[in-house]
Structures are given as structure tokens and as C-alpha cells.
């Protein structure tokens, strides 16, 4: 029941809650990892979850002119949290940038088109910070990814077009 610790998906687990986060409204990230649901029922709902997590990424990318600005990192944060695997994880924001892509303009290359999306998956391997559900790590997740994102993806620019001298200066 909300609050109590306990859901409808059977008795608490304090190693599983320690793992997935609990609150006061009930059992946080643990109910998308429960082993105690069936496996079609526990995958349907992932599977729901990586939708939805794509389909704000497809979105941010489409507003992204307008406000330049998109969840790519945020969102991998949370597949980073919410999938057993790293490697599911690591296919939803890839997936969104995948989509996104098929109406916004291209890379220029296939080096930096690679570049661009090892780096928006970047966020993933941080799994375990947000995973932790303190809010100091939850934010160092999402600058530590932002600031990859950026410094990789300029240098990589900076490396693969004539647009500037590759000098230090």
C-alpha cells in the first residue's frame, strides 16, 4: 500500500529498495525491477518505460531549435537508473537521437555522427550515482554528463573540420 513501504508487487526488500530507491509514496524505481512481478509483465513494462524515455528525447530534439535545449542527458540518467542492463540502457538515447535525426540535419560525417552518439550514451555509465537517490549525486550526474557531452563533442569538431586551425591557440 502507498506509504507503508510495501506495493502490490509483494514484501519490501531492503537490499532491493536500498538498491532501486523507496519513498513515502511507495516503492520508487524497485517497481520496475521486481522480481517477485512475472517476466512478460516486468518486460512490458520496461518496455513502455523505454518508449516513453525515447519519445522525450524525439520531442526535446524537435523543440530543441526553439529553446536550445534537449533532456538527452537527464533522460539517460533515468535509463541508466531504471534498466537492468547498461547496454538497454544505453539504446534509448541512442534510439532518440536516431529518430531525431531523421528531421534534423545531419553530422556532416560519419566520425562525428559516432562521436555525438558514444557521447550521448556517455550518461548511462553513471547508473549508480543516480542510482544511490542522493541529490548531490543525482546532480553531479547530470553536470558531469553535460560537460562530457560538451567538451568531447567540441574537440571532436574542432579535430574532424577545417572550419578551425588545429593549433593549441
Do not use: K
Not at 520508487?28 to 524515455?53: C, D, E, I, N, Q
Amino acid at each position: 500500500a502507498i506509504g507503508s513501504g510495501r506495493g502490490p508487487w509483494g514484501a519490501a526488500r531492503p537490499e532491493r529498495d536500498a538498491a532501486f530507491g523507496s519513498n513515502r509514496w511507495g516503492r520508487g524505481l524497485a517497481a520496475f525491477s521486481a522480481r517477485s512481478l512475472p517476466a512478460h509483465v516486468r518486460w512490458s513494462r520496461l518496455a513502455m518505460v523505454w518508449l516513453g524515455l525515447v519519445g522525450v528525447i524525439v520531442v526535446g530534439r524537435l523543440l530543441q531549435p526553439a529553446y536550445n535545449v534537449t533532456p538527452l542527458t537527464a533522460v539517460a540518467l533515468v535509463a541508466g537508473a531504471v534498466f537492468p542492463s547498461t547496454i538497454l540502457a544505453a539504446t534509448v538515447p541512442v534510439a532518440g537521437l536516431a529518430l531525431g535525426n531523421l528531421i534534423q540535419p545531419g553530422y556532416g560525417s560519419l566520425a562525428m555522427a559516432t562521436i555525438v552518439f558514444a557521447a550521448c550514451a556517455a550518461p548511462v555509465s553513471l547508473r549508480s550515482w543516480v542510482r544511490s537517490g542522493r541529490a548531490l549525486h543525482i546532480a553531479a550526474g547530470g553536470l558531469v554528463g553535460a560537460v562530457t557531452f560538451f567538451v568531447v563533442t567540441n574537440v571532436a569538431y574542432w579535430w574532424l573540420s577545417n572550419d578551425y586551425p588545429h593549433t593549441i591557440e
